[in-house]
């Protein structure tokens, strides 16, 4: 995916408009495949929910607050998600509020086994306060190196409008059961690589800046699970996914910089809808 593509999705445009772009161009796209040979067989849609574990992660800031310069690192942050998933009963009508994922694949063969998918995980991280960690570096006219305490008013660091990774995945399908002659339970299995887009709410020597959405550095993954299809076209998902991200251009406050990687484990639930050319 492009950088451009990126940064329009992390604009989190209405569902409605997505789904209008990808029906029009499903209408259109039988036509055009008359003229010439299919590329795609079919496509699909999909929206759910996730929550994810994060391993640790060494944080290096640099910059200036007010003119009071820094660089400094934080070893063996503990991290944590924030899935929110009570919103789902308690604003049913906003349906971003939680940690969402949502997918759009195109079929590779005739029998859907093979497909190329647009990917996307509304994630959240964010670092624990007041824990005990290893800080070296300076602020100011302050050096130190040695085990440090900070509190939320010294430094806060989270990406909460999200994480946000944004993936293209090779998706391999195996069909496990079937019913009326058609596909009843599949394994699949998927994995690719992409871009980190951000939104980071920092705070850094009592000042706090929640930052503009920003392409800040790449992302790995794979993901396996199952889907059931109860209905013909409409199916449910439920799959384990585990990866990288390294933010190496991370924003902070007052044009500082942040850089920390982790790796994650992450369960996501989605529904889904096949649309056959």
């Known amino acids: 995916m492009t950088v451009a593509v990126a940064v329009f999705f992390s604009k989190l445009i209405s569902m409605k408009k997505l789904l209008l772009i990808l029906f029009l161009f499903a209408a259109s796209y039988p036509a055009f495949s008359q003229k010439k040979k299919k590329l795609f067989s079919g496509m699909y849609l999909q929206w759910g929910y996730n929550t994810e574990w994060y391993t640790k992660s060494t944080i290096h800031f640099k ?3 007010d003119g009071v310069p820094h660089d400094f690192t934080i070893y063996h942050a503990v991290g944590h ?3 929110d ?6 604003e049913p009508i906003q349906i971003s509020v939680p940690e969402y994922n ?3 694949g195109f079929y590779l063969n005739d029998k859907h086994t093979k497909a190329l998918e647009l990917n996307f995980d509304h994630t959240k991280y964010i670092v624990y306060d ?3 960690l290893r800080a070296k570096g300076f602020i100011g006219n302050s050096s130190f190196d040695k085990d440090t305490s900070f509190t939320a008013s010294q430094l806060h660091f989270e990406h909460t409008n999200g994480a946000n990774f944004y993936q293209v995945n090779y998706v391999r399908q195996y069909n496990l059961k079937s019913r009326k002659n058609r596909s009843f339970i599949t394994a699949l299995w998927k994995g690719g690589a992409g871009v980190l887009i951000p939104k980071t709410d920092v705070t850094i020597s009592g000042k ?3 930052n503009r959405f920003h392409v800040a550095g ?3 993954g794979a993901e396996g699970g199952a889907r059931i299809y109860p209905f013909k076209r409409f199916f449910i998902e439920g799959t384990a996914k585990t990866g990288y991200c390294n933010y190496t251009n991370a924003l ?3 044009g500082g910089k942040a850089q920390h990687s982790f790796g994650y484990f992450e369960l996501i639930a989605l529904v889904g809808y096949d649309i056959k050319f």
Do not use: E, M, P
Request: hydrophobic residues 35%; contains cysteine; charged residues 30%.
């Open 63 to 65: 910059g200036s607050v």
């Open 81 to 83: 998600d924030r899935n």
């Open 85 to 90: 998933l009570d919103a789902v009963i308690k």
């Open 102 to 104: 949502y997918r759009f």
């Open 130 to 132: 007041n824990q005990l």
């Open 208 to 210: 706090r800046l929640d």
């Open 218 to 220: 790449y992302c790995v």
């Open 252 to 254: 902070t406050v007052d």
